[in-house]
T-cell receptor, first 115, second 114 residues
Framework: EPEVTQTPSHQVTQMGQEVILRCVPI?????FYWYRQILGQKVEFLVS????????KSEIFDDQFSVERPDGSNFTLKIRSTKLEDSAMYFC?????????????FGPGTRLTVT | GENVEQHPSTLSVQEGDSAVIKCTYS??????FPWYKQELGKRPQLIID?????GEKKDQRIAVTLNKTAKHFSLHITETQPEDSAVYFC?????????????FGSGTRLSIRP
């Protein structure tokens, strides 16, 4: 069964550094998402992406964040200048285009630790 | 926007007994209500979902109910087993579009006592 994959599984970075988290969505999916989960808390929506542009973003997704689909397979989340509070698990998800409701499939996550 | 409330935050049940987790949502436009199971350090896994045109859905030991009028939905696990121990999140999709975001509840940590 096809799965969403993410790399790296764990990223440690110093405050102020830039990080890029990578995701490979399921190949026939057209909608892509990033969520984050601070340790012990709920999963929070960051951004959705369709047709090479952002569909929606949350208040968390400020100017320090950006997303890109640089080629036909990768979907990336960049944090320009990391802060301590960016430490969290970041999940990528994708869904296929269809009438009505479509399930979002989550990747295994990247644990980001900002020191 | 949508807001999802979930309770209890922790739940401990004897193996073999039933567990019930309850959620409420705020936006009557929400039309899709998935439930996710998350084991420690792992991704959220969809275990069951319900659409707004259905009142109840069952899959083996798991059932979900939806009351659109009251904006309540619940997860029922019967004959609980040790492998059911995990954090469970209810969620609601905020909007009709396939691009719509999922709003998660705060989670219920379910522990099954042997």
């Amino acid at each position: 069964e096809p799965e969403v994959t993410q790399t790296p599984s764990h990223q440690v970075t110093q405050m102020g550094q830039e990080v890029i988290l990578r995701c490979v969505p399921i190949s026939n999916h057209l909608y892509f998402y990033w969520y984050r989960q601070i340790l012990g808390q709920k999963v929070e929506f960051l951004v959705s992406f369709y047709n090479n542009e952002i569909s929606e973003k949350s208040e968390i997704f400020d100017d320090q964040f950006s997303v890109e689909r640089p080629d036909g397979s990768n979907f990336t989340l960049k944090i320009r200048s990391t802060k301590l509070e960016d430490s969290a698990m970041y999940f990528c998800a994708s869904s296929e285009r269809q009438q009505g409701v479509s399930e979002q499939y989550f990747g295994p996550g990247t644990r980001l630790t900002v020191t | 926007g949508e807001n999802v409330e979930q309770h209890p935050s922790t739940l401990s049940v004897q193996e073999g007994d039933s567990a019930v987790i309850k959620c409420t949502y705020s936006d009557s436009a929400s039309n899709y209500f998935p439930w996710y199971k998350q084991e420690l350090g792992k991704r959220p896994q969809l275990i069951i979902d319900i659409r707004s045109n259905v009142g109840e859905k069952k899959d083996q030991r798991i059932a979900v109910t939806l009351n659109k009028t009251a904006k309540h939905f619940s997860l029922h696990i019967t004959e609980t087993q040790p492998e059911d121990s995990a954090v469970y999140f209810c969620a609601a999709r905020d909007g009709y579009s396939s691009a719509s975001k999922i709003i998660f509840g705060s989670g219920t940590r379910l522990s099954i006592r042997p």
